[in-house]
């Protein structure tokens, strides 16, 4: 079994979860049930919540993968313990899911929670969120190219600065 890439899924969830609440006004009401039932089932729509299913596995493969570097011989015993723990660990996505939930109940009107889950299921909402994997991956990629390029110009810069006043690096 592989388990899947932690990294890539916490940044989607952090900028799934950062575009959604952006800019939303807090409430001061508690939400309602049926806010909160339009968060959980938002959270479904976007994808947060099968992002936060990878989680376990991962979080579980990483530790097998530091146990065998240490104890090879131990690799399939691990192994079968890692996937036998998923479901028990997977219960607590519940009460995470729920909070995050909360989250945004607390930041939307029942309205807006009703109108962003209406769209999220219709055709549009789908091909934005089927668009998502591959903008984030495309992302990841230009956002390394871009960060080599700007700290290279950065080391110059300020090496040229620091040259001004004497200095040589």
Known sequence: MAFPSAAKNKFLIGATLALTLLGAPAFADEPTPAALALATSLLSDIGLKQSVDTIVPSMLGQIV???VKMHPEMQSALHDAALAAI?????SE??????????LASRMSEQELKETVAFFEGPTGKKYIAAQGPMMEELGVSGVAWRQKLSGEMLTRLRDDVKKKGFDF
Not at 94 to 103: E, F, K, Q
């Open 65 to 67: 993968q530091s146990v």
């Open 87 to 91: 479901p028990d660990f997977q219960k």
């Open 94 to 103: 519940v009460t995470v899911i729920a909070d995050i939930a909360h989250v």
